[in-house]
Nanobody, 114 residues
Framework: VQLQASGGGLVQAGESLRLSCAAS????????MGWYRQAPGKQREWVAT???????DYADSVKGRFTISRDNAKNTVYLHMNKLKPDDTGIYYC?????????WGQGTQVTVSS
């Protein structure tokens, strides 16, 4: 299984980005997909999750600004990030889970300047 995250970059506060994570090597549609992030000097934290059925959940810090979605035909999960803040800076990782399977992508850097 491979997860390839992309879409990160350098933006100013208030701007938007869309992250993508393309999966290969497994049945994407039956897995729960998630986004996590790790800021410099901090532990990795959960950002958002989407289930195979499309149910979503978000960390309080991003609720109302970020939207997670999936396209099972493209084996891809997205994270639409709006109204970005400097505190959103970090490496963003995608995760694919179907217990006991647990896969992580390599991460994509998001930097938000004030």
């Amino acid at each position: 299984v491979q997860l390839q995250a992309s879409g990160g970059g350098l933006v100013q506060a208030g701007e938007s980005l869309r992250l993508s994570c393309a999966a290969s090597g497994s049945r994407f549609s039956i897995h729960t997909m998630g986004w996590y992030r790790q800021a410099p000097g901090k532990q990795r934290e959960w950002v958002a999750t989407i289930t195979p059925g499309g149910s979503t959940d978000y960390a309080d810090s991003v609720k109302g600004r970020f939207t997670i979605s999936r396209d099972n035909a493209k084996n891809t999960v997205y994270l639409h990030m709006n109204k970005l803040k400097p505190d959103d800076t970090g490496i963003y990782y995608c995760r694919m889970t179907l217990s006991p399977a647990d896969y992580w992508g390599q991460g994509t850097q998001v930097t938000v300047s004030s």
